[in-house]
Structure formats: C-alpha cells, structure tokens
Nanobody, 127 residues
C-alpha cells in the first residue's frame, strides 16, 4: 500500500530552523507532485509548498515568505521541507501529500488535488 511517512517535527525555538522529511513508498509510478500542507486544529488546511517530481520545479504558499524550501531526493523517494526563521504562527501539524497524476482542472495548491496523505508531524515553535 502507499505510505507517506513524515519525520522531523518537534519543538523548536522562535527564529530556529527545522527540516521535515517525507518518505514515500508503495507507488507503482513516480508521483506527479508532492506537496506540504499545514493545519491548525479547527482551521482549514493551508498550502505550504509543492514540487513537480519529474522536473523539480516548485513553488510555495504566501505564508512561507521565502522561509520555506521544498526539495526532493529521487533515489530516496523522499521530499523535504526546509523551514527557517520559524515563529509561533508556524505552529501546526504538517502533512505531506502525493498527487499521483495530473488531473484536468486540478489545482496544485488545493488539498483535493492530492491522492495520498501522511499522518502528519507536529511542529511547535515556542520558547
């Protein structure tokens, strides 16, 4: 079965950095795209970043404000999210997700465009 396993979350001080990892297994083919989202309980899931697997092209959500960088290691089937200059507003559960194939009308920043989701990893920014 398809599995997405996030790791790297935890407690970090304001201004600190964190690297999240998402290891993907069980896919018959390479994903079309892999994205990162975050969610605070009671709020909508928010787009963080996405990367096109084949080309490596990527873009980030506005909240990232040049602080977040998504990347992938094709050989390891792993995608990363480098987060810098973290603040309390970044506290959330972070999820990785796979968009298995391009679908007509699909939006790369929309959660509904993604087929598989990880369990999430908690990021807490606090002193």
């Amino acid at each position: 079965q398809v599995q997405l396993v996030e790791s790297g979350g935890g407690l970090v001080q304001p201004g600190g950095s964190l690297i999240l990892s998402c290891t993907i297994s069980g896919l018959a083919f390479s994903p079309y795209a892999v994205g990162w989202f975050r969610q605070v309980p009671g709020q909508e899931r928010e787009f963080a970043a996405t990367i096109h697997w084949s080309s490596g092209m990527s873009y980030s959500g506005k909240f990232a404000n040049n602080r977040f960088t998504i990347s992938r290691d094709v050989d390891k089937n792993t995608v990363y999210l480098q987060m810098n200059d973290l603040n309390s507003e970044d506290t959330a559960i972070y999820y990785c997700a796979v968009r298995s194939a391009e679908n007509p009308g699909g939006l790369p920043a929309a959660p509904r465009s993604y087929n598989y989701w990880g369990q999430g990893t908690q990021v807490t920014v606090s002193s």
